[in-house]
């Protein structure tokens, strides 16, 4: 990212194209890296077919160029080989804008097996990536085994279908849908050294649950669209966060594995090995609260102080959000929100994160403050809908996004 210039006295046109390459030159010579542009938390899924291919439907966050992807196979007990894998800017459905979808190598090879246990991420495709795309990654798996690796809820419709499709542009031969991505856990870009990413740490209200589907309305999706819009104007530490990263997932807890791995067994993976991470959005706790499992408050701030703990230790900033209010689900009781008012207390006055998002403030009833208000309620009393999901976006203040580490 370039700088904002300084106000000059007007220059003619003979000097403009001048001026204009050697601009051009200094971007060009500028140090760059790679960012994350979208994630999605593995997890483990059903048997893994074989000889069958798949078209994930991502939406990026960040621009960039030599666009990467990650293909996890971390929770296979059996290698898996991907015979080809392409990306596409999406245009509609499963078709595939004509002359975009490119072939990806890994280390220089078509083809790639992934260990059990490991991820792999291919070599870079030259071109720039525009934010807010929609991209088609196609691939066709050769040859698996066992229980497959994806992100079960994803809240946007994907496609598959058997035998290999990959290279294929057309939507005619990806007949079955689906609401999961599988072994694509991530995809970047190369930016400048000045841009990072975000990295949102959650449950199912960052997964997006009680979200439109297919509409990108997720709070991550709506915090995305806010930082891309204020780069135009914004300075400082505005501009240095472009990137967004999902990894929620469905009924994950801070400390004990179930819905996942907990936030704590997954942090490596899904958000410290994250390229161009500069921040850690912790927002967790509630499933921790509401399973009755004797839970205390000073136990969940010790997992939150153990996720800051390692996430500045790496050099990255943490902001935390306040837990939402949940009366009116099932789950709920007075011993539960008396450990969820004392955690919220931890998270707005502790000052142990470097900043706070106060989104039980924002969304919570002013006639009843342990429920949700009604208008931005998804139903169940514990999800927020589209309009809530906005409202927590909007309650992000994006200068705190860096902090000095």
Same mark, same amino acid.
């Given at each position: 990212m370039?700088?904002?210039?300084?106000?000059?006295?007007? #220059?003619?046109?003979? *000097?403009?194209?001048?001026q204009t390459q050697? *601009?051009?030159?200094?971007?060009? *010579?500028?140090?760059?890296? *790679?960012?994350v542009t979208?994630?999605?938390?593995?997890?483990?899924q059903g048997?893994? &077919?074989?000889?069958?291919?798949y078209?994930?439907v991502?939406?990026?966050?960040v621009?960039?160029?030599? #666009?990467?992807?990650?293909?996890?196979?971390?929770?296979?007990?059996?290698?898996?080989?991907?015979?080809?894998v392409?990306?596409?800017?999406r245009?509609?459905? =499963?078709?595939?804008?004509?002359?975009t @979808?490119? &072939?990806?190598?890994f280390?220089?090879?078509?083809?790639v097996?992934?260990?059990?246990?490991?991820?792999?991420?291919?070599?870079?495709?030259?071109?720039?990536?525009a934010?807010?795309?929609?991209?088609a990654v196609?691939?066709?798996?050769?040859? =698996?085994?066992?229980?497959?690796?994806g992100?079960?809820?994803a809240m946007?419709?994907?496609?598959?279908?058997?035998?290999?499709?990959?290279?294929?542009?057309?939507?005619?031969n990806?007949?079955d849908?689906?609401?999961?991505?599988?072994y694509?856990?991530?995809?970047?870009?190369?930016?400048?050294?000045?841009t990072?990413?975000?990295?949102?740490l959650?449950?199912?209200?960052?997964?997006g649950?009680?979200?439109?589907t297919? #509409?990108?309305?997720?709070?991550?999706d709506y915090?995305?669209?806010?930082?891309?819009?204020?780069?135009? #104007?914004?300075?400082?530490?505005?501009?240095?966060?472009?990137?967004v990263? @999902?990894?929620?997932?469905?009924?994950?807890?801070?400390l004990?594995?179930?819905?996942?791995?907990?936030?704590?067994?997954?942090?490596?993976?899904?958000?410290?090995?994250?390229?161009?991470?500069?921040?850690?959005?912790?927002?967790e706790?509630?499933?921790?609260?509401?399973?009755?499992?004797?839970?205390?408050?000073?136990?969940l701030?010790?997992?939150?102080?153990?996720i800051?703990?390692r996430?500045?230790?790496?050099?990255?900033c943490?902001?935390?959000?306040?837990?939402?209010?949940?009366?009116?689900?099932?789950?709920?009781? =007075?011993e539960?929100?008396?450990?969820?008012?004392?955690?919220n207390?931890?998270?707005?006055?502790?000052g142990?994160?470097d =900043?706070?998002?106060?989104?039980?403030?924002?969304?919570?009833?002013?006639?009843?403050?342990?429920?949700?208000?009604?208008?931005?309620?998804?139903?169940?009393?514990?999800?927020?809908n589209?309009?809530g999901?906005?409202?927590?976006?909007d309650?992000?203040?994006?200068?705190?996004?860096s902090?000095?580490r």
């Amino acid at each position: 990212m370039t700088a904002e210039a300084a106000p000059t006295a007007p #220059t003619s046109q003979a *000097q403009a194209p001048a001026q204009t390459q050697t *601009q051009t030159q200094a971007q060009a *010579q500028a140090p760059r890296h *790679q960012v994350v542009t979208w994630g999605a938390s593995a997890d483990r899924q059903g048997e893994a &077919p074989r000889d069958r291919s798949y078209r994930m439907v991502v939406r990026t966050s960040v621009g960039g160029t030599d #666009t990467r992807v990650r293909l996890s196979n971390a929770f296979g007990d059996q290698p898996v080989t991907f015979g080809s894998v392409h990306v596409g800017k999406r245009q509609e459905g =499963a078709q595939v804008v004509r002359g975009t @979808n490119r &072939p990806l190598t890994f280390g220089g090879a078509d083809s790639v097996t992934v260990p059990p246990g490991a991820t792999v991420t291919s070599d870079p495709l030259s071109g720039r990536l525009a934010p807010g795309s929609d991209l088609a990654v196609s691939f066709h798996v050769r040859s =698996a085994g066992g229980p497959s690796t994806g992100h079960g809820m994803a809240m946007q419709t994907s496609y598959a279908t058997a035998g290999d499709h990959a290279a294929e542009e057309g939507a005619d031969n990806w007949t079955d849908r689906t609401g999961s991505w599988y072994y694509l856990d991530a995809v970047s870009v190369e930016t400048d050294t000045d841009t990072g990413a975000v990295v949102t740490l959650g449950d199912s209200i960052t997964d997006g649950w009680q979200s439109s589907t297919d #509409t990108n309305r997720r709070w991550p999706d709506y915090l995305a669209r806010r930082l891309q819009s204020a780069t135009a #104007t914004g300075t400082g530490a505005i501009k240095a966060i472009k990137g967004v990263a @999902n990894e929620g997932i469905s009924g994950n807890k801070v400390l004990a594995d179930g819905a996942g791995q907990s936030a704590l067994g997954r942090l490596q993976r899904d958000v410290l090995s994250q390229p161009g991470i500069r921040t850690v959005f912790l927002f967790e706790g509630i499933n921790d609260i509401k399973a009755h499992t004797g839970v205390t408050a000073g136990d969940l701030i010790a997992g939150y102080r153990e996720i800051i703990d390692r996430a500045h230790t790496a050099g990255i900033c943490v902001v935390g959000a306040t837990v939402l209010p949940y009366k009116g689900w099932y789950e709920y009781d =007075a011993e539960g929100e008396a450990v969820r008012q004392d955690v919220n207390d931890f998270i707005r006055n502790s000052g142990e994160l470097d =900043a706070v998002a106060d989104f039980d403030k924002a969304l919570r009833s002013p006639y009843d403050q342990e429920r949700l208000l009604p208008v931005f309620d998804g139903g169940d009393h514990i999800h927020p809908n589209d309009k809530g999901m906005q409202v927590m976006a909007d309650t992000v203040d994006i200068r705190t996004l860096s902090c000095d580490r």
